[in-house]
């Protein structure tokens, strides 16, 4: 082999180490930064989308598959940060966004909330959904950790029928609602964090 062809040889397998190393280092940087450490035994985040006809929450993709909402309501949060509710509602769900300002002056649209009660929705192999018994919904979720009552509590602020609730993929909390006769009336997702 000739100097220059080793010379070029060494550059490259350099070249190759550095992009390598600089993925690997992206890639645990991210999954530090957005893996909260669980797995879901019953349905991913991206399941819970799937399942309203989404690929993902994000509010544009939302508008652009299901179109205008029935009822689209803004309003400022009373708060000092300056941040926007935004709800879409459809026939059988609502999708609920804060919208946060940046320092550059824009600003990003954060899932905060789903909301379902139509019953033509199911979630997951075993379909629960609006008229699912409590006991259904229990061997569904049995392999998740429970919300106790006392965690609930803040999640209820948005979702105020709230029974019981368990946590799904990345910590996002499953909440259901039922009547009486122990039957889903309304059932949310709660993402992780935004």
Request: glycine share 8%; net charge neutral; hydrophobic share 35%.
């Amino acid at each position: 082999m000739t100097k220059k062809k080793r010379g070029c040889l060494i550059a490259f397998l350099l070249c190759l180490g550095l992009a390598v190393s600089y993925l690997a280092v992206v890639f645990f940087y991210d999954r530090q930064m957005t893996d909260y450490g669980r797995d879901s035994n019953y349905l991913s985040n991206r399941g819970y989308a799937r399942a309203l006809g989404l690929r993902d929450f994000r509010y544009d993709t939302v508008l652009q598959k299901l179109g205008s909402p029935v009822k689209q309501t803004v309003q400022q949060e009373a708060d000092q940060l300056g941040n926007t509710l935004i709800d879409l509602e459809y026939p059988d769900f609502r999708v609920a966004y804060v919208e946060i300002p940046r320092a550059n002056g824009s600003t990003r649209k954060a899932l905060y909330l789903v909301t379902v009660w139509g019953e033509s929705i199911k979630f997951g192999r075993k379909r629960i959904g609006i008229g699912s018994s409590r006991e259904e919904v229990h061997k569904a979720y049995e392999k998740e950790p429970a919300i106790s009552q006392s965690e609930c509590k803040a999640s209820s602020e948005d979702f105020p029928n709230l029974d019981e609730g368990y946590f799904g993929e990345d910590w996002s909390r499953i909440l259901f609602s039922y009547d009486d006769a122990g039957f889903v009336t309304a059932i949310a997702y709660e993402p992780p964090s935004f």
